[in-house]
């Protein structure tokens, strides 16, 4: 088993903490790109892995929250979240955190996607911002303050 970790960077203007919307009723779906340890070949298709499906691994007692069979090689893979998501802070702001440990066999978690909604919180009144998409940067004004919140400089990183 092989441990990764999607670290995040960004500049936080005015916000005072950002995650993923991940809730057991409403689980957050990481996509990722991976590629097959046996083949190295790159999978064509982006996947998704949430804390809320789990699939029992063929001739073991354990479970995961994604099994892949590599169409190349036939190599069995699979992967699993081990922590809940940490948030990513003001104080943070710049530096690469880690937000997100995952757990697999077979296959290496090449690149992460970020596809869905974030939330984020803005620093002075506490305002809530639902539906933050940070495939780009992201800005809008904190009603209550009427000032401007932002996150721009968004870096993904996944490492071992």
């Given at each position: 088993?092989?441990?990764?970790?999607?670290?995040?960077?960004?500049?936080?203007?005015?916000?005072?903490?950002?995650?993923?919307?991940?809730?057991?009723q409403d689980p957050f779906d990481y996509v990722f790109?991976?590629?097959?340890?046996?083949?190295?070949?790159?999978?064509?298709?982006?996947?998704?892995?949430?804390?809320?499906?789990?699939?029992?691994?063929?001739?073991?007692?354990?479970?995961?929250?994604?099994?892949?069979?590599?169409?190349?090689?036939?190599?069995?893979?699979?992967?699993?979240?081990?922590?809940?998501?940490?948030?990513?802070?003001?104080?943070?702001?710049?530096?690469?955190?880690?937000?997100?440990?995952?757990?697999?066999?077979?296959?290496?978690?090449?690149?992460?996607?970020?596809?869905?909604?974030?939330?984020?919180?803005?620093?002075?009144?506490?305002?809530?911002?639902?539906?933050?998409?940070?495939?780009?940067?992201?800005?809008?004004?904190?009603?209550?303050?009427?000032?401007?919140?932002?996150?721009?400089?968004?870096?993904?990183?996944?490492?071992?």
């Open positions: 088993m092989v441990k990764f970790v999607v670290k995040l960077s960004a500049r936080l203007e005015n916000i005072a903490s950002l995650q993923p919307v991940d809730t057991a790109k991976i590629s097959c340890v046996r083949c190295h070949e790159m999978h064509s298709k982006d996947i998704s892995i949430n804390r809320g499906e789990t699939m029992d691994l063929l001739d073991s007692r354990g479970v995961a929250n994604f099994i892949f069979k590599c169409k190349f090689c036939g190599n069995d893979s699979h992967a699993s979240i081990l922590t809940n998501v940490v948030p990513y802070t003001l104080e943070d702001s710049t530096r690469p955190k880690p937000i997100l440990e995952l757990e697999a066999r077979g296959l290496v978690i090449e690149e992460f996607v970020p596809n869905g909604y974030f939330q984020a919180k803005s620093a002075e009144s506490q305002q809530v911002f639902e539906e933050v998409e940070l495939d780009d940067e992201w800005y809008d004004v904190d009603e209550n303050t009427l000032n401007e919140v932002s996150i721009t400089d968004i870096k993904w990183e996944v490492t071992r």
